[in-house]
């Protein structure tokens, strides 16, 4: 479906793709996880930016 019109599937409709039938299976799990996942990556790149823009600005 996605070939024929020549479109490129993006991360986030892979990952749904993927997760999709694993979190109909245990749905609580995958929640949990899902969630601690996006708050330490979110986590990470907060830090990360404040990094970036601490080191950026002149002391």
Sequence with gaps: ?????????TATE???IIAEPIVE???DK??????AAVCS???FMVAWLM????NQRPH
């Design 30 to 35: 995958c929640k949990i996880s899902f969630c």
């Design 51 to 54: 990094f970036v823009f601490w």
């Design 14 to 16: 892979v990952t749904i």
């Design 25 to 27: 299976t245990n749905r």
């Design 41 to 43: 990556v979110g986590l």
């Design 1 to 9: 479906m996605l070939e024929s019109e020549g479109v490129i599937p």
